[in-house]
């Protein structure tokens, strides 16, 4: 595996939120064509639009310079709970463990911010997602009928111990 890093989104332009989940979810046009507009507009633009907010819950992976994967999180309901958004690695660097890495990056930093429950959803058919949740030690807690042409949704939590 080559080295990553985990850099801020205020180190790289506008619109890379937005290209890093097309070329992701390149393989099934109907995820782009479904969510598309929403990632330009309240996933790139809202954290271009507040750095600020960006620092605390999103991060791009990069190898080198070039970015290869996007996490973040809603942190709002913290330190009760945050809820992982969108996590993706772009198709050539899938299959070397850089979307784990970068999950447990993500487990990390929620951690370190408080949060009492972590939680993360999924479509049913997106396998190579659903293995890597559960590799990290995320455990399904339930699952939704989706709308449309998309499986069932699948609901995942990770196991915070908790001292008393």
Same mark, same amino acid.
């Given at each position: 595996?080559?080295?990553?890093?985990?850099?801020?989104?205020?180190?790289?332009? =506008?619109?890379?939120? #937005?290209?890093?989940? @097309?070329?992701?979810?390149?393989?099934?046009? +109907?995820?782009?064509?479904?969510? &598309? /507009?929403?990632?330009?507009?309240?996933?790139?633009?809202?954290?271009?639009?507040?750095?600020?907010?960006?620092?605390?819950?999103?991060?791009?992976?990069?190898?080198?310079?070039?970015?290869?994967?996007?996490?973040?999180?809603?942190?709002?309901?913290?330190?009760?709970?945050?809820?992982?958004?969108?996590?993706?690695?772009?198709? =050539?660097?899938?299959? #070397?463990?850089?979307? @784990?890495?970068?999950?447990?990056?993500?487990? +990390?930093?929620?951690?370190?911010? &408080? /949060?009492?429950?972590?939680?993360?959803?999924?479509?049913?058919?997106?396998?190579?997602?659903?293995?890597?949740?559960?590799?990290?030690?995320?455990?399904?807690?339930?699952?939704?009928?989706?709308?449309?042409?998309?499986?069932?949704?699948?609901?995942?939590?990770?196991?915070?111990?908790?001292?008393?």
């Amino acid at each position: 595996m080559i080295p990553i890093e985990f850099r801020n989104l205020r180190d790289f332009e =506008r619109g890379t939120i #937005y290209n890093l989940l @097309k070329e992701a979810y390149s393989f099934d046009e +109907k995820y782009v064509q479904a969510d &598309g /507009a929403k990632w330009e507009n309240e996933a790139d633009g809202f954290f271009f639009d507040n750095l600020s907010i960006a620092d605390s819950c999103v991060f791009i992976t990069v190898i080198g310079d070039e970015p290869i994967g996007v996490a973040m999180w809603d942190p709002r309901k913290l330190p009760e709970e945050a809820t992982i958004g969108h996590n993706c690695i772009i198709p =050539r660097y899938k299959g #070397y463990g850089y979307g @784990k890495a970068q999950m447990q990056e993500a487990v +990390k930093r929620i951690l370190q911010q &408080g /949060a009492k429950r972590i939680t993360v959803s999924t479509n049913a058919d997106l396998m190579p997602a659903r293995r890597m949740y559960a590799s990290v030690g995320f455990k399904e807690i339930g699952r939704m009928p989706a709308e449309g042409f998309f499986d069932d949704w699948i609901f995942y939590e990770y196991p915070i111990e908790t001292k008393s």
